[in-house]
């Protein structure tokens, strides 16, 4: 037996060489030879070549209700009657003049049949017919078992192929994850492998293995439009899509046609749409097989023909073109009847859908016109529409009016009033803050987000945050930690990231959500990779990007300043965040590297119109300017959503100061565009690390009800800073309240008779971190400042702790004020919470937010 197993393991390593260093197949054919012994059958491959051939796979059908099963020396998949067999790496190279003997493919059918339409590299198995096409420079062949998938990359050429990709479609729902030997990402059915460092380079007539990439898929699926450096996997030419057929037109009137055609067959790429064509100018590009050409002169022919367009943007050859007349104007005069019983027929929290019968006309109707108060939203030529693009929590009015075959348009239908569902259906939003720095001396970690329960009760998790590029005032991916530690150094924030925590860092095991450690050379490592494991495991957690900051803030101004500004950087943000196009850091990032993380964005501008960090750019409109910005960035996410189909979600970190308000929110505006409100609800008090701010008196930070012995001129709560909101008219449905997982301190407190409150301080109390006096996580508050007694102010709602006249004064929010908190934020109807952050929480604080929700 050791004889025998040495002998093999020989075997099979030079066959793997061979598959390395060998001349791959040039002109030569192979064949494929099936026997069936039994329910047992089995595919002898032939090379009647002079050089080994490198990669091959057979494809075969089988009758309505056989299977295939127990294959040997290859792999099979399986899709209805279609079986596809890839053969294992020690066969996958033919030797010259030879076949896969005695090691040829093996496998058990369900019943005793011959497959038919048998072929190997897309030629007939028994060498009949047309040769295959010539070698592609590159190619690529997949195999497969369950839900594991692998691509052998071969390289067809005399010299060494530097550099390669692969992209391929899966079936919707289906993710690919848990890449080796390469980096994966997938954005929307399309998946992206692309190589680690050792197998980016392939040899001359060589491929990738054994170092080929493999990856794991969510389902068993059977991998579709695989690409290789852009050619398709089997070396095959590109064939273009074929043209629409059966082009007509429905509907005319005097000012518009209509015009329909039946679907195209694809090419070798999936169809992404249609380019319509008025004479030889291009009139609209629709993803479906409809639409209506406007703006058209009455009693005049147009010629109109359709092109089909697949996803490399290849146009098929033009449909069969069609003259259309439009009516003539004069010919009727009469409007057709209102339409009657507008009414809501269903809805969600971005879309309504509304019917009304049917209007009459005495040349007959052309369709519909849906309005949104005065806004044309819709045209259809059916009694119901969908109006989607709306915002969460939001009332509209809508009306319908009919139009008729020669633009006479009807008097408005009943107006109907509908509100939109809120962003998270019938229950609360839990919106909690993961900081990108909280991996360094916190050590606290995405997958802590896991362990202690957090994830599981979140609907929402900010990563912050995102800065400005302060020369290009684009969205910034930094690959700085920052330009100093002084707080008030007006420039502190110019130009800082930390692409390292972002998306370069390696994780171990231990630091991994799903324990499993990186390598290095992946495209995504860092925290967005943990954010992306995590999003895995809860498919319902909603993550965004928060934009901002305290000490990122200060360009906003300049950003908001213009339509260009604004355009210009909501589209860096979007391409970088929603898109995931990173740029290139340690290896790391790419395009597409991140895409699929982010599901929306938080921004987070501290303050427009209004004093924030030191240095911060403060602009005369700043308040005009922050509406337009948010309504950019609602206008351009809802564009990506038409390409996608997919909603993204737009939040903000709004104040608490009727000042800050005032300056800089126009809260019934910004309504329009925002999902969330996320209103600050901590820091009401406090002393700053450099004892700036309060530092010679206690307060409370995050009281819910003025306190009656607040000695300052405005009282600061919870409930002032809502009604500000709620007196705008902001739905209750999009506030969230802030609750802080961290305690504000002073030392040298004085009792006063009142256990601190409010009484004189001589600063900030010692902090977790040296540069961070005044501030401590809940956690390490507890354990950090011995012998502070937790008291609670029953009348403002307020908890705070004390270690004695003299000592320390801490303000903080527990699961006792957390109770409170939440039980009046329902009794008010409001949407729920937002944690600022989660880094302070051993998990008590979640579960009582939790518990207080249900």
């Known amino acids: 037996m050791r004889r025998t197993a040495s002998v093999l393991l020989v075997l099979v390593l030079a066959t793997a060489l061979a598959a390395i260093s060998a001349p791959a197949n040039a002109a030569a054919r192979l064949t494929a030879a099936f026997t069936l012994a039994g329910n047992q059958g089995k595919f002898v491959v032939s090379n009647p070549g002079a050089t080994p051939v490198t990669g091959w796979s057979i494809t075969f059908d089988l009758p309505a209700g056989v299977t295939v099963s127990g294959a040997q020396n290859a792999t099979t998949t399986q899709s209805g009657t279609r079986v596809k067999l890839t053969p294992a790496f020690y066969i996958n190279t033919v030797r010259a003049n030879g076949s896969t003997e005695p090691y040829s493919p093996t496998f058990t059918l369900s019943s005793a049949v011959q497959p038919t339409s048998c072929t190997i590299n897309n030629a007939n ?11 592609a420079p590159v190619t690529a062949t997949y195999s497969g078992s369950g839900t594991q998938g692998k691509y052998v990359v071969n390289n067809n050429t005399d010299a060494a192929l530097n550099g390669w990709s692969i992209t391929f479609d899966l079936p919707a729902g289906v993710t690919a994850s848990g890449a080796e030997n390469a980096s994966i990402s997938q954005s929307g059915r399309q998946v992206t492998l692309s190589p680690a460092h050792y197998n980016t380079t392939v040899a001359a007539r060589g491929s ?32 273009p899509p074929a043209a629409p057929g059966n082009l007509r037109s429905p509907v005319k009137t005097t000012k518009t046609v209509s015009l329909a055609w039946d679907a195209a067959t694809p090419g070798s790429l999936p169809i992404v749409g249609y380019q319509v064509y008025n004479g030889a100018t291009l009139a609209t590009t629709v993803t479906g097989t409809a639409t209506t050409l406007t703006g058209l002169t009455p009693n005049t022919e147009y010629t109109f023909t359709v092109k089909t367009k697949d ?8 449909s069969t073109a069609l003259k259309v007349t439009t009516n003539n104007a004069g010919d009727d005069t009469q409007p057709p009847t209102v339409p009657a019983n507008l009414r809501s027929t269903g809805k969600s929290s971005s879309s309504v859908s509304l019917a009304w ?23 259809v030529t059916d009694t119901s529409a969908t109006v989607s693009g709306l915002s969460p929590s939001t009332e509209y009015t809508f009306t319908v009016k009919a139009r008729d075959l020669y633009d006479n348009l009807s008097a408005a239908s009943n107006a109907l009033k509908v509100s939109t569902d809120d962003i998270v259906g019938s229950g609360y939003a839990r919106v909690g803050y993961f900081v990108q720095w909280g991996i360094y001396g916190r050590q606290y970690f995405v997958r802590n987000l896991d362990t202690t329960g957090a994830a599981a009760k979140l609907t929402h998790l900010n990563y ?34 930390d692409a390292d925590a972002d998306y370069g860092r390696p994780m171990s095991a ?63 943000c979007i391409d970088t965040y929603i898109k995931g196009n990173l740029p290139t850091y340690n290896a790391a990032g790419g395009p597409g590297s991140a895409a699929g993380i982010f599901d929306g964005i938080d921004l987070d501008w501290e303050w427009p119109g209004a004093e924030g960090h030191a240095g911060n750019h403060i602009g005369a409109n700043d308040k005009a300017n922050n509406t337009l910005l948010i309504a950019e960035f609602r206008k351009q996410l809802d564009a990506l959503t038409q390409e996608t189909g997919k909603r993204y979600q737009l939040t903000a970190f709004t104040p608490a100061d009727p000042a800050k308000i005032e300056a800089g929110w126009d809260l ?34 995050g009281n819910l009800y003025a306190d009656t012995d607040d000695p300052y001129s405005f009282h600061f709560s919870v409930e002032n800073a809502v009604n500000a909101y709620l007196q705008a008219g902001v739905n209750p449905r999009k506030i969230t309240v802030g609750l802080a997982y961290y305690g504000r301190g002073w030392q040298g407190v004085a009792d006063g008779g009142k256990s601190g409150e409010w009484q004189s301080a001589t600063g900030a109390a010692p902090g977790q971190f040296p540069d961070e006096a005044g501030t401590r996580g809940y956690s390490n508050l507890l354990a950090g400042v011995p012998g502070c007694t937790i008291k609670h102010d029953e009348q403002s709602v307020a908890t705070y702790c004390f270690t004695g006249n003299g000592g320390q004064w801490w303000t903080f929010d527990d699961a006792w004020s957390i ?27 979640t579960s009582a937010v939790d518990a207080g929700l249900r």
């Open 125 to 135: 198995c028994d060498g009949s017919g047309d040769p295959p096409p010539p070698d």
């Open 208 to 239: 990738t293995e054994p170092y080929s990439p493999s990856f794991r898929l969510s389902a068993a699926a059977e991998p579709e439009n695989c690409r290789v450096n852009d050619v398709r996997c089997d070396g095959s030419a590109d064939t």
């Open 311 to 318: 996803r490399k943007g290849t146009l098929s050859p033009a």
């Open 357 to 379: 019968g049917a209007s009459t006309d005495n040349k007959g109707i052309a369709g519909y016109e849906v309005y949104v108060g005065a806004t044309l939203a819709a045209t």
């Open 464 to 497: 912050a945050f995102g800065n400005i590029d302060p020369v290009n005032l684009t969205c910034l991916q930094g690959v700085t930690k920052g330009t100093t530690a002084n707080p008030q150094d007006p420039n502190q924030g110019d130009g800082a990231g």
């Open 510 to 572: 231990a630091q991994s959500v799903d324990g499993v450690a990186d390598t290095g050379w992946e495209k995504l490592r860092g925290n967005y990779n943990q954010l992306r494991k995590l999003k895995a495991k809860y498919p319902n957690l909603k993550v965004l990007i928060s934009l901002g900051g305290w000490t990122y803030s200060k360009y906003f101004s300049d950003v908001a300043a213009t339509d260009a500004a604004r355009k210009k950087f909501v589209s860096s």
């Open 668 to 701: 019934p505006e910004v309504a329009k565009s925002l999902d969330i409100f996320n209103v600050q609800g901590y820091d009401f008090h406090g002393a700053g690390s450099d004892n700036s701010w309060e530092p010679n008196r206690a307060g409370h930070q």
């Open 819 to 845: 109770a409170k908190k939440t039980a009046w934020l329902r009794s008010k109807g409001l949407l729920g919470v937002m944690i600022w952050e989660m880094s302070g929480d051993p998990g008590t604080l």
